[in-house]
């Protein structure tokens, strides 16, 4: 038995098996792989990023797929940087930039593709063609991604005497194998990921397009889900229609799909979507497509599920919805970056005064005090791109305390929750959860709201649901 079994459902491989596998199969046409779209601005963005650590060693791996249960994985995302750096989806690579010259040399380190000449193509259940399909490999990794590849098997090695010559910098983080093989220097590295995140913090033309694609699935899903509604049981109902047109139209979902109906909406990021919906209450429904290029969406609407608001509901939907467009107002080239959050809680602090919710605006609005925040504990706005949370690791002075520039896509999205058993709420108003939330871009003179065709106001939402409840 030359291939003997490694699992409890394994058979193995007799001898003659294994030789008549290994035979007979035609020659595969050297076909040349096409360049990904974008090869250029990949290229550009290694230049900047080696200019920015001139004479550095500079590693970026993309990680590997995990593990969800025993033998099963989840499907794989390829390391945001990584990507942005390359365009590849492939799991298990390492992009590593090399001073020389007056830059860097860029290296894709990658699994080669070993054809049917090698019994791993049907003995390797991981990475084995014919149980999981082929890898581009080096020679065709190099072609559609613009760069010199070599096999990973000479990474560490590589690795070694390139950090024996030359100061690096590591993504750390990604690949636990990796980490554990370089030296630790948890200063530079941090640096290193901040300088990465912050060069997404303004997108380009293609950067854009693709995220006018994800918005754009993202409203399809929309539609899907109230068209759903009338026969829709659970909330996982809802999940699954707008996760099936995710799969249709992009790579996934940005992110858990929040699916949120009755008081669950007053859960920020319920994601369980485990109850039966009721008829005369609010979905709160938080969702994002992810497109094939990783760029994801990132909307709310909060849908009444009857087709119409009732009083209650339609008082506090205005209000965030005004909070809303106070923000939209302050979304502005040289606005600071939290402008647009300081307009939306000041529009809802004085509305939780009209509703007798709050005693006094002014007062609650106090940084020593922030009582608004009892019923709108998250911020208004964060960056939006590859990661739904874009760019985590840019310093706060460029980000959160930054100013706004074109260029920059970020979430609007105020809202009010009020859960069931909070005393200081008027018993009319508990249970109720509403977040209203679009994706803009900042231009040279103000705001594109990207997400703008999907119903937002009342009426609109409304008809919208209507429309979805009359017979074909």
């Known amino acids: ?91 298990d690579n390492v992009l590593v930039l090399t001073p020389g010259g007056d830059g860097h040399t860029a290296t894709l380190y990658c699994e080669p593709n070993p054809g049917k000449t090698d019994a791993t193509f ?113 909330e996982r109902t809802i999940e699954g229609v707008f996760n099936l047109r995710a799969r249709v139209e992009g790579n996934d979902t940005g ?69 809303q467009d106070a923000a939209f107002e302050k979304c502005a080239p040289g606005n600071d970056f939290l402008d647009p959050h300081r307009a939306a809680m000041d529009v809802l602090a004085h509305g939780l005064e009209r509703l007798g919710v709050l005693g006094s605006a002014e007062e609650a609005l106090r940084d020593e005090n922030q009582f608004y925040k009892r019923y709108s504990l998250h911020n208004t706005s964060h960056m939006l791109g590859l990661d739904v949370h874009d760019c985590a690791a840019a310093r706060a002075e460029n980000y959160k305390f930054g100013k706004l520039e074109a260029g920059m896509v970020l979430t609007v999205e105020p809202g009010l929750y009020f859960q069931l058993d909070d005393l200081t709420v008027p018993a009319r108003y508990r249970g109720i959860g509403v977040r209203i939330e679009d994706d803009v871009l900042i231009t040279e003179t103000g705001v594109d709201v990207l997400s703008a065709a999907i119903p937002r106001a009342v009426d609109e939402v409304e008809a919208w649901v209507a429309a979805a409840r009359v017979p074909a």
Not at 24 to 39: L, M
Not at 136 to 151: E, F, H, I, W
Not at 167 to 189: H, K, N, T, V, Y
Request: glycine letters at 6%.
């Open 122 to 234: 049907f003995t390797d259940r991981v990475k084995g063609e014919l149980w999981v399909g082929p890898r581009l490999g080096l020679v065709q990794t190099a072609q559609r991604y613009g760069l010199a590849t070599k096999p990973l098997a000479d990474l560490a090695a590589d690795v070694s005497a390139a950090i024996a010559a030359a100061p690096f910098r590591a993504l750390r983080g990604i690949d636990p194998a990796l980490d554990a093989a370089l030296p630790e220097q948890a200063e530079r590295d941090a640096a290193f990921a901040t300088a990465l995140s912050e060069m997404r913090l303004l997108k380009d033309e293609l950067e854009l397009r693709e995220l006018r694609r994800a918005i754009a699935a993202t409203h399809h899903a929309f539609d899907d889900v109230v068209r759903a509604l009338p026969h829709a049981e659970t």
């Open 255 to 323: 992110y858990l799909t929040i699916a949120a109906s009755g008081p669950n909406a007053c859960t920020l990021h319920w994601t369980r979507n485990d109850r039966r919906i009721g008829e005369n209450e609010l979905l709160l429904l938080d969702a994002g497509v992810e497109a094939e290029t990783l760029y994801t969406a990132d909307i709310t609407r909060t849908i009444p599920i009857s087709g119409r608001y009732s009083p209650e509901q339609r008082a506090i939907y205005e209000l965030v919805l005004a909070a």
């Open 1 to 91: 038995m030359s291939e003997k079994p490694v699992a409890s459902h394994d058979s193995g491989s007799p001898d003659n098996l294994m030789r008549f596998m290994m035979t007979g199969w035609a020659t595969p046409p050297a076909t040349p792989a096409n360049s990904v779209e974008g090869v250029e601005r990949f290229a550009a963005r290694r230049a900047a990023l080696g200019n920015s650590f001139a004479g550095e060693v500079l590693i970026v791996p993309t990680g590997h797929e995990k593990v969800r249960a025993n033998d099963t994985g989840y499907r794989f995302r390829p390391g945001t940087d990584f990507y942005y750096l390359t365009g590849n989806l492939e799991p």
